[in-house]
């Protein structure tokens, strides 16, 4: 369980990647013509304007546990506005995702690089070492924003990946499934909690080691 001064560093950490989640979801929608983002107000990097209060509570409390898994709350789309809508959903919804990869990523750069040796500077010991835990959070934590939001259960981003892929019947169904998404998102975060746990937890670490190299 991370030490409390720790979480509350990693607070900022914890916002941030929350946020460029969302900011991605809106950018890309914007890009491929859609206003509503902007409009609403959702193309920015304000906290307040993106925070899903439950959550982030989920965020918190998962993290303390040792992985973290969480939402904000998602950015309105208007696929009309896409030259494909079908290609242009995908594209926003595997755009959160893979801005936390990216966060990932630069957070596991100077753990590598420290690892490797490559890293030594003229700085207070105990200093650097925080900074090396602190990109190991940012790390973890972006990883489970990732890979969380790409389980495929509305209104989580891979809903929208499935979607992509289903037609006719099959797609009528998965709509009409999405109305209940949130309800049966809670029920297997409650029902699987513990074998969740284990193997989302056992999949981020190994993710943090491709990573970091530690």
């Given at each position: 369980?991370?030490?409390?001064?720790?979480?509350?560093?990693?607070?900022?950490?914890?916002?941030?990647?929350?946020?460029?989640?969302?900011?991605?979801?809106?950018?890309?929608?914007?890009?491929?013509?859609?206003?509503?983002?902007?409009i609403?107000?959702r193309?920015?990097?304000?906290?307040?304007?993106?925070l899903?209060?439950?959550?982030?509570?989920?965020?918190?409390?998962?993290?303390?546990?040792?992985?973290?898994?969480?939402?904000?709350?998602?950015?309105?789309?208007?696929?009309?506005?896409?030259?494909?809508?079908?290609?242009?959903?995908?594209?926003?919804?595997?755009?959160?995702?893979?801005a936390?990869?990216?966060?990932?990523l630069?957070?596991?750069?100077?753990i590598?690089?420290?690892?490797?040796?490559?890293?030594?500077?003229?700085?207070?010991?105990?200093?650097?070492?925080?900074?090396?835990?602190?990109?190991?959070?940012?790390?973890?934590l972006?990883?489970?924003?990732?890979f969380?939001?790409?389980?495929?259960?509305?209104p989580?981003?891979?809903?929208?990946?499935?979607?992509?892929?289903?037609?006719?019947?099959?797609?009528?169904?998965y709509?009409?499934?999405?109305?209940?998404?949130?309800?049966?998102?809670?029920?297997?975060?409650?029902?699987f909690?513990?074998?969740?746990?284990?193997?989302?937890?056992?999949?981020?670490?190994?993710?943090?080691?491709?990573?970091?190299?530690?």
């Open positions: 369980m991370p030490e409390l001064y720790m979480l509350i560093l990693a607070g900022p950490v914890i916002l941030f990647s929350l946020v460029l989640h969302e900011f991605a979801h809106g950018l890309v929608s914007v890009k491929l013509g859609d206003p509503t983002p902007k609403q107000g193309l920015s990097l304000n906290p307040l304007v993106h899903d209060p439950l959550g982030t509570l989920m965020l918190i409390l998962s993290f303390i546990n040792g992985v973290g898994f969480g939402w904000a709350k998602p950015v309105q789309i208007n696929p009309n506005y896409y030259k494909n809508a079908i290609k242009g959903s995908l594209l926003v919804a595997v755009a959160g995702p893979t936390n990869l990216m966060l990932a630069f957070f596991g750069l100077p590598r690089l420290f690892s490797k040796g490559f890293l030594n500077l003229p700085i207070n010991l105990e200093f650097f070492l925080l900074i090396i835990k602190l990109c190991y959070i940012g790390v973890m972006n990883l489970s924003l990732a969380f939001n790409l389980l495929p259960i509305p989580l981003d891979g809903s929208k990946v499935v979607r992509y892929f289903l037609r006719g019947r099959a797609l009528d169904v709509n009409r499934v999405e109305n209940y998404g949130f309800y049966i998102l809670i029920i297997f975060l409650l029902v909690r513990d074998g969740f746990s284990y193997y989302f937890s056992t999949m981020i670490q190994f993710f943090v080691y491709l990573i970091t190299g530690t």
